[in-house]
């Protein structure tokens, strides 16, 4: 179909359209307070912001997929310009306030350059990987995908920003996976990751270890390969206590506390255990909308952000926490079927990029509202009170409606 004329994707478009309204109606709640927070007119630029981003789906929805994919490199190659800008003029905010991840010139937040790279990345990477005949078999065949996500992800890290840099590493993975990358290859490159967080009980690693070694004598990888991973990690066992001294004070406390709130309940625990607090007493009906105690008084953190999914559990309950969680799934189930059905494998990639990053979003997210996760400081797509972050929602939304007019009726068998 010629790129002027587009069939809209009315279930892609009414379940984003129903998350923005129902995250903007919780923005508007947080503000509700006895007393004075950042959150009480955030709800007006949010929705100056719908507008704008309605706008932007709107124009990349009009445009080809092949012109996407023309212009990704030079996308790609700002969006690091950007991101090495931060060391200059970076700044922080809400949880991450100690963090460089904002634009910040004369005083202003302009924006943060890393929701630009999540979309440029995804964008990067379905191109690397298209032009590819076969899925990676070897360790050896990830080293262009790595450099794609790791010189990003990199500059993030050293912002820093933890919460993000997931998003990055779980785009990575998903796009592997979506290419046909076998689960044991993707193991094998995960695995430093997991002895360093295993590493702090020497019982655990040891089993770890030792499953590890089986792994790899069954996958059987290059030889060379295989003493990589077993090096890299026994290294990264040896380094986690030497790292642990790397991370900032508030990093420390935010993994301490993630173990035991009780730790620090009126500090570094104090996000979390207010969060639990306001959600357990949400029940299933809830208080009623903009009734929230919690919330009301203020006692709970990054209400209209972060934490803005606590505030649903609050004030609607359970049920509101279901309808919440069940769009995210249609939406989820909706973006599956447009990498389905996309008319090649750049724009099935895509497709399933932006999909693997909007889950990493929800999962720690919703996890660290409920202490599943460690707070990262990682906003709830649509929801969360950002006009960055839901200008990339949207932009993205406007991509996978694009991917979905052309791919209408097609499949390109890279679904597993």
Excluded at 138 to 163: H, N, R, Y
Excluded at 182 to 200: G, H, K, R, T, Y
Excluded at 312 to 324: K, S
């Amino acid at each position: 179909m010629p790129a002027g004329k587009i069939r809209l994707d009315i279930p892609l478009l009414v379940t984003a359209l129903a998350l923005t309204v129902f995250g903007i109606m919780t923005v508007y709640s947080a503000g509700q307070t006895e007393v004075a927070t950042p959150a009480a007119k955030a709800y007006r630029m949010q929705i100056a912001w719908l507008g704008v981003s309605l706008v932007g789906a709107w124009a990349i929805s009009r445009a080809s997929v092949r012109m996407i994919e023309w212009l990704t490199v030079p996308l790609y190659a700002l969006s690091l310009v950007l991101l090495c800008l931060l060391f200059v003029f970076g700044g922080g905010a809400g949880t991450a306030a100690s963090s460089k991840s904002w634009l910040v010139i004369g005083g202003i937040r302009i924006g943060q350059p890393s929701e630009l790279a999540k979309i440029t990345v995804v964008l990067m990477l379905a191109r690397v990987l298209g032009n590819r005949r076969d899925a990676p078999r070897s360790l050896l065949e990830l080293w262009k995908p790595a450099v794609v996500v790791g010189v990003p992800w990199l500059l993030i890290m050293a912002q820093p920003d933890l919460g993000t840099g997931l998003v990055f590493i779980g785009i990575l993975f998903g796009m592997l996976f979506w290419y046909g990358a076998p689960w044991p290859l993707l193991l094998l490159v995960a695995s430093p990751a997991i002895s360093l967080i295993l590493a702090f009980n020497p019982t655990i690693w040891g089993i770890w270890f030792l499953l590890l070694l089986a792994l790899v004598l069954w996958y059987r990888p290059y030889i060379n390969e295989g003493i990589a991973v077993v090096v890299a990690n026994v290294s990264f066992g040896v380094l986690a206590p030497l790292l642990w001294e790397r991370l900032k004070p508030y990093q420390q406390k935010r993994l301490t506390v993630f173990l035991d709130p009780s730790l620090d309940p009126r500090e570094a625990g104090y996000h979390v255990t207010q969060s639990k607090i306001a959600i357990g007493s949400g029940g299933l009906f809830g208080k009623g909308y903009t009734l929230g105690t919690q919330k009301r008084l203020a006692f709970l953190p990054e209400q209209h952000t972060d934490f803005i999914f606590s505030v649903v559990g609050e004030e609607l309950g359970f049920l509101g926490v279901t309808v919440a969680l069940t769009l995210f799934f249609v939406l989820f189930l909706r973006a599956i079927r447009v990498a389905e059905r996309a008319s090649d494998s750049f724009a099935s990639l895509v497709a399933f990029g932006i999909l693997s990053g909007w889950f990493v979003h929800v999962l720690v997210n919703v996890g660290m509202t409920l202490s599943l996760m460690p707070i990262t400081g990682i906003p709830l797509p649509f929801f969360s009170y950002g006009g960055s972050f839901l200008l990339s929602s949207w932009l993205s939304i406007g991509v996978l409606l694009r991917i979905s007019n052309e791919g209408r009726g097609r499949t390109t068998g890279l679904a597993i």
